[in-house]
């Protein structure tokens, strides 16, 4: 293998350990999820060093790393939803906000030939808590304990707050972005 293959390998080694993890959940097999999504965030931030260090950060790598990381979030957030460890209505608005940037990115492109959609720092905050809305979740399955179930509390009313305020955020910016000129293409 090519050196300079490593960082897709590495996204490619999340894409396949998600159905694993899905797998896992829907046994009750909590330690072992949370120590396949730990594996999965070292390679998520291994691939981004050694794309960086190797300098192999091209085309595929900014399309398939995103795709790799939503992937794995929507799906645990999907099943940790099945098996009840999140409420229903914390997965429809996380999945909920994702569709609407989706489709609205969608629009925006379609109408206005806009092609340039760069994640808000509210989006990134977003993101992040729901990241740790799921790690802390685990934690508490895997080990049950009234301190992981306190910080499991607090990073579900940090997820929502995030979600909303950048789900908002983003239908802001998508409606600017729609009134604005379209953009041609040279």
Same mark, same amino acid.
């Given at each position: 293998?090519?050196?300079?293959? =490593? %960082?897709?390998? =590495?996204? *490619?080694?999340?894409?396949?350990?998600?159905?694993?993890?899905?797998?896992? /959940?829907?046994? !009750?097999?909590?330690?072992?999820?949370?120590? =396949?999504?730990?594996?999965?965030?070292?390679?998520?931030?291994?691939?981004?060093?050694?794309?960086?260090?190797? &300098?192999?950060? !091209?085309?595929?790598?900014?399309?398939?790393?995103?795709?790799?990381?939503?992937? =794995?979030?929507?799906?645990?957030?999907?099943? *940790? +939803?099945?098996?009840?460890?999140?409420?229903?209505?914390?997965?429809?608005?996380?999945? &909920?906000?994702?569709? @609407?940037?989706?489709? +609205?990115? /969608?629009?925006?492109?379609?109408?206005?030939? @806009?092609?340039?959609?760069? %994640?808000?720092?509210? !989006?990134?905050?977003?993101?992040?808590?729901?990241?740790?809305?799921?790690?802390?979740?685990?934690?508490?399955?895997? #080990? %049950?304990?009234?301190?992981?179930?306190?910080?499991?509390?607090?990073?579900?009313?940090? +997820?929502?707050? #995030?979600?909303?305020?950048? &789900?908002?955020?983003? @239908?802001?910016? +998508?409606?600017?972005?729609?009134? &604005? %000129?379209?953009?041609?293409?040279?």
């Amino acid at each position: 293998m090519v050196l300079r293959e =490593l %960082p897709h390998l =590495l996204t *490619l080694i999340r894409v396949a350990a998600t159905p694993v993890v899905a797998w896992l /959940l829907l046994r !009750g097999r909590f330690r072992e999820a949370l120590a =396949l999504v730990l594996f999965a965030a070292l390679t998520d931030w291994f691939d981004g060093f050694a794309a960086r260090r190797l &300098g192999t950060s !091209g085309r595929l790598g900014v399309i398939l790393d995103p795709v790799a990381d939503k992937t =794995l979030l929507v799906v645990l957030y999907v099943v *940790l +939803g099945i098996v009840k460890l999140l409420p229903a209505w914390v997965v429809i608005l996380v999945i &909920g906000r994702d569709v @609407v940037i989706v489709g +609205g990115a /969608l629009l925006v492109r379609a109408f206005r030939n @806009v092609r340039r959609f760069v %994640p808000s720092t509210i !989006g990134k905050v977003s993101t992040f808590f729901q990241i740790m809305l799921v790690l802390l979740v685990l934690l508490d399955a895997a #080990f %049950p304990n009234r301190f992981f179930l306190w910080l499991r509390n607090i990073a579900l009313v940090l +997820g929502v707050f #995030f979600t909303v305020a950048s &789900g908002l955020d983003y @239908v802001r910016r +998508g409606i600017q972005m729609a009134r &604005g %000129p379209v953009v041609r293409q040279t």
